[in-house]
Structure formats: C-alpha cells, structure tokens
C-alpha cells in the first residue's frame, strides 16, 4: 500500500451547515462540493479536505481527538477567529477549539505552500504505540514522535497522531473515515485482499474511485484515486 497524500477527513454530524459558515467565514476555506449528503470544504480542492456527512445526532467522540490545518502565521489565522472562542494553547505555536457537536479544530503554524492544509488529525488509541505500528502495514509511515510527544506516522507531510484514551466502539461515531490519495483504488483492493484487511465498501464515483478499509480500533480509512475527470476547485 502507498498513499501518497492525506486527502480529507470525514466527519458525521447532525447540522452540518453551522460548522461550514465556521471554517468559511474563519478559516480561509470555500465549499469545494454540496449535494443532499454531504459538504466538502477545503482552501484548496487537492489539499487537505473536511467533509461534513449528514447523520442523525448526537454523535459521540469515539476515536477522534481533533483535526488540525497547517498555517504560515499563527497570529494572523489567530486574528480571523471570533473574539468569543475560547482557545486552548498548549504549545508555542498551536491553538485549539471546540466547534458544536464535538468537532474539536486546531491550527499549528509550520512552512506550507498552501495555507489552512491538514497537518495532523489526533487519533485515541488504547495502546498509541501499538496502534501507530498497525498503520505501518496500511502503508503509512513511521515518524519520530511530534511536539505533542504522541506516536504518530506520516502520509505526503502530514500526520495521524495517536493519543492515550478509550476510542469504544460507538454506535454514532463523530468520525466517519479518514481518507488518503492513492494512484490506483484497485491496487489496494488487491493488497487489502493480500494482507487480509477487511473491506467495508467500493465506491465507483463520477470523480473518484474509493475502496474504505477497516484500519486498527474501527476507524475507516478511504484510498481515493482521483480520475481523470476530477476537476473540482
């Protein structure tokens, strides 16, 4: 398995409207694509992503921590944020806060060509270091811990972190799947077969070919290829 970039991370919330005007009024995205189920926003249609899924509320946390993008200039992403919001600054450098329905954001200030690009989504993970490892054979990287101190791997410059914390098995999950770009959906088909990793779904899109696989601790993980024809913006 090789995935080459982390594509977007997919969430299922109740009202996914309120948490869009957020991150397009405060966070340098635009709506790349709406349809009945879902919203995707991003600032740049072939960078990280966010997709809203519609879903019946409440959701519960589960597995996901938060989801952090990546800026050249903390303070001035800092600026654009409401008076209001209550931050949690843990480190030099990054900046957290809570949104509704448990959609917990952050942003961390570090070189980038494109501003507000995903640059770590934090995992719970009942044995983080364990967990990490099991990442290793769905084709992510090994990578020194972060300035967080978690275990973490790495796919195209940017993380999935795994924090200490009990990720359950809930019956609404606020994290629908995390997905990463590959170049071929159907060479991982076969190496998913290979390697004996379950197969939750294949999704043959207009734009996209998907397969979603069952990764460590029940969370699904998307390799999406984009086809030809993709050319959203």
């Given at each position: 398995?090789?995935?080459?970039?982390?594509?977007?991370?997919?969430?299922?919330?109740?009202?996914?409207?309120?948490?869009a005007d957020f991150v397009t009024a405060h966070l340098?995205?635009?709506?790349?694509?709406?349809?009945?189920?879902?919203?995707?926003?991003?600032?740049?249609?072939?960078?990280?992503?966010?997709?809203?899924?519609?879903?019946?509320?409440?959701?519960?946390?589960?597995?996901?921590?938060?989801?952090?993008?990546?800026?050249?200039?903390?303070?001035?992403?800092?600026?654009?944020?409401?008076?209001?919001?209550?931050?949690?600054?843990?480190?030099?450098?990054?900046?957290?806060?809570?949104?509704?329905?448990?959609?917990?954001?952050?942003?961390?200030?570090?070189?980038?060509?494109?501003?507000?690009?995903?640059?770590?989504?934090?995992?719970?993970?009942?044995?983080?270091?364990?967990?990490?490892?099991?990442?290793?054979?769905?084709?992510?990287?090994?990578?020194?811990?972060?300035?967080?101190?978690?275990?973490?791997?790495?796919?195209?410059?940017?993380?999935?972190?795994?924090?200490?914390?009990?990720?359950?098995?809930?019956?609404?999950?606020?994290?629908?799947?995390?997905?990463?770009?590959?170049?071929?959906?159907?060479?991982?088909?076969?190496?998913?077969?290979?390697?004996?990793?379950?197969?939750?779904?294949?999704?043959?899109?207009?734009?996209?070919?998907?397969?979603?696989?069952?990764?460590?601790?029940?969370?699904?993980?998307?390799?999406?290829?984009?086809?030809?024809?993709?050319?959203?913006?």
């Amino acid at each position: 398995m090789n995935p080459t970039k982390l594509d977007h991370v997919a969430y299922w919330v109740a009202d996914r409207d309120p948490i869009a005007d957020f991150v397009t009024a405060h966070l340098g995205m635009h709506v790349i694509d709406r349809t009945e189920r879902f919203t995707l926003l991003g600032s740049n249609a072939r960078r990280g992503k966010i997709t809203l899924f519609d879903a019946d509320g409440p959701r519960e946390r589960g597995a996901l921590g938060h989801v952090a993008f990546r800026v050249s200039d903390l303070a001035a992403a800092l600026a654009q944020l409401p008076a209001s919001l209550e931050l949690d600054r843990p480190r030099d450098g990054e900046a957290y806060f809570e949104l509704t329905e448990g959609v917990r954001l952050g942003l961390v200030e570090a070189a980038t060509d494109v501003e507000y690009d995903l640059d770590h989504v934090a995992l719970l993970s009942a044995n983080p270091e364990e967990t990490a490892a099991a990442y290793g054979s769905l084709g992510f990287a090994s990578a020194p811990p972060g300035p967080s101190g978690a275990p973490r791997v790495e796919v195209g410059g940017a993380w999935v972190e795994f924090h200490p914390g009990q990720p359950g098995a809930p019956e609404k999950p606020l994290l629908n799947h995390l997905a990463v770009l590959v170049d071929s959906a159907d060479e991982h088909i076969a190496a998913a077969n290979d390697l004996g990793v379950e197969i939750d779904d294949v999704v043959d899109a207009p734009n996209t070919l998907a397969v979603f696989l069952w990764g460590p601790e029940r969370v699904r993980v998307e390799y999406v290829e984009h086809k030809p024809t993709f050319s959203l913006t």
